[in-house]
């Protein structure tokens, strides 16, 4: 099987504030909106699709019903995790977990958005040795 793309899809009653978080902090663009889906990709070279899905909705099957998170965060890569916390807690975004460097390699904070779901904000950052041997060859920020 060769794999074409893969968007995760969020159940939510919110679809509007959603589609406004994410265009208005992280620049996607929305690229299908209706009253019941709204899909929105990513600016740049390497695109990512996100889609908001409203419960309930009479075209889904059943297991696709249930408002549902739960267990779900995404980890949003940008250039630099502080200029991403100072436009985010600027903006009045509230910040759940305060700007850090980790030992597995990576620079963070978390916010949530609209429908409940953790973001991790971060940029790679150098591991410590402890964790440089969980890299695949190649990946590791050094």
Known sequence: MKMTACTPVVNTDRLEECKAFYTQ???FE???DS???VNIQSPGEKHFDIGFLKPNHESQPPVFQPAYHEGISFSIYVESADDAYKALNDAGV???HELAD??????HFVVVDPA???LN???MIPPSESFIEGYAPGHAAV
């Open 94 to 96: 509230p910040i759940l």
């Open 25 to 27: 902090h992280f620049g």
């Open 121 to 123: 904000i971060c940029h």
């Open 116 to 118: 409940g779901v953790p």
């Open 30 to 32: 929305v690229t299908y």
């Open 102 to 107: 980790e030992p597995w390699g990576e620079r």
């Open 35 to 37: 009253d019941w889906y």
